[in-house]
């Protein structure tokens, strides 16, 4: 059976645990046995920490890695997404890992190719899924010793065009986490009643008081046509992780960032590189989430 990664709600519990559990074991050191088979890197939006980890992850497995990104590829010349796939099926590959503008990419490409034999890994798709990501930054919590059920998690900034907010509230709500609050600009929102596993805040101190971790979001400009919030230092001041806020939260409290991180704005520029962000090591774990996912995706074909 071929197996795609397209959101989280797709996954079953089982298969959750199995890849938290395997990126665990490889981030402890464990060592993982080579596979064969080609895998295309398909980016037709731009990405430095997820294509880069999936490739390094592809390649600790022993598989060949195509990358292709939209000014390069015959998509630039009006080619569908899905004849573009048809495409690197014909030549072999038997995984897809596509990063799209659109939202439900990867599911339409999964079933625009019906029955072939190739997995799609959904790596962000519009405003509507970022799995890996999000099974990447419940790993990342895991190895940093948040038990992930009763946790209380804030996610800060710019949640109405994120992917990651949507697949981190979909995961983690689903891994037992006691409460998650958004907060952000009014515009910055989700519409009322979407992402209804969170409680909403009226502001950043409320949503951070007495947390476990925080997630800052970029303000992602690339998704709206417009924003009275373009003011960085304005974003900073309201809505930001600054060294009082930080200092406010709990000793215990750490926090994450997709990245790319726009430092000053999301999160104060001294607090970046302090012993409290888990963003490096979001990377780090990212690489073993993603060895996980590619022998979850090979050993089911
Ligand atoms: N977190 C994330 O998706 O980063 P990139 O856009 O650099 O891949």
Redesign the pocket.
């Known amino acids: 059976m071929t197996r795609h990664l397209l959101d989280i709600g797709r996954l079953d519990q089982a298969d959750i645990a199995t890849l938290l559990g395997r990126a665990a074991e490889l981030a402890a050191g464990a060592s993982c046995s080579t596979r064969a088979g080609i895998v295309a890197n398909l980016f037709l939006?731009?990405?430095?920490?997820?294509?880069?980890?999936f490739q390094i992850a592809a390649r600790r497995l022993g598989l060949d890695v195509v990358n292709i990104e939209q000014q390069h590829s015959s998509a630039s010349k009006g080619e569908s997404l899905a004849d573009t796939a048809r495409t690197l099926a014909a030549m072999g590959v038997g995984a897809i890992v596509l990063?799209h503008p659109e939202d439900f990419a990867a599911a339409e490409l999964a079933s625009a190719l019906g029955g072939a034999d190739v997995g799609i890994v959904n790596?962000?798709d519009g405003q509507h899924a970022?799995p890996s990501?999000a099974l990447l930054d419940a790993a990342t919590l895991a190895h940093a010793g948040f038990e992930l059920a009763g946790l209380t998690l804030a996610i800060v900034g710019d949640i109405r065009h994120s992917r990651?907010a949507r697949s981190d509230i979909a995961l983690l709500s689903r891994l037992g986490a006691a409460e998650i609050r958004i907060a952000g600009p009014e515009e910055f929102m989700p519409d009322a009643g979407e992402l209804s596993e969170a409680i909403r805040m009226p502001d950043i101190d409320t949503a951070l008081d007495g947390v476990d971790a925080v997630i800052c979001l970029r303000i992602q400009r690339e998704r709206m046509a417009a924003s009275g919030y373009l003011d960085g230092a304005a974003f900073h001041q309201r809505w930001g992780l600054t060294v009082e806020r930080l200092g406010a939260m709990p000793g215990h409290a750490r926090f994450l960032h997709?990245?790319?991180v726009n430092r000053g704005v999301e999160i104060a520029d001294a607090l970046v590189d302090s012993p409290r962000a888990l963003i490096l090591e979001?990377v780090r774990i990212?690489v073993h989430l993603r060895t996980a996912l590619f022998e979850w995706l090979i050993d089911a074909a």
Do not use: I, M, N, Y
């Open positions: 939006e731009p990405s430095t920490r997820t294509r880069v980890s990063r790596a962000g970022h990501q990651v997709p990245g790319p979001q990212g």
